[in-house]
């Protein structure tokens, strides 16, 4: 069983920052990919980064130049540095972890409960 929770999140006024975090925890998984998604209401479920364990990373297109994404391979923990806040950033961010195991064969993924972010003045 892994465990993936995200902190972090909360109220911030526009163009303001935030960062979250995201600690994937279990016995002896080597993580793959690192995602961070986020869901508005209304909205289907988005990526918003991702980051590979080559230390490759993609954004979408709304939070470039804005949204930075980095792992701490040491500490199994993703953060998502976000800058420059928009109202329509507001959404729950859910991080998502994609992993091996000694175990098993192929690729595994757990999701966290998500953080609620609201950008609003």
């Known amino acids: 069983q892994v465990s993936v929770v995200e902190s972090g999140g909360g109220l911030v006024q526009p163009g303001g920052s935030r960062r979250l975090s995201c600690v994937a925890s279990?016995?002896?998984?080597?993580?793959?990919?690192m995602n961070w998604y986020r869901q508005a209401p209304g909205n289907e479920r988005e990526l918003v980064a991702r980051?590979?364990?080559?230390?490759?990373?993609t954004y979408a297109d709304s939070v470039k130049g804005r949204f930075t994404i980095s792992f701490d391979n040491a500490k199994n923990t993703v953060y998502l540095q976000m800058t420059n806040l928009k109202p329509e950033d507001t959404a729950v961010y859910y991080c998502?972890?994609?992993?091996?195991?000694?175990w098993g064969i192929g690729l595994y993924d757990d999701w966290g409960q998500g953080t609620q972010v609201t950008v609003s003045s």
């Open positions: 998502n972890a994609v992993y091996t195991t000694p």
């Open positions: 279990g016995s002896s998984i080597s993580i793959a990919i």
């Open positions: 980051i590979g364990s080559s230390g490759s990373t």
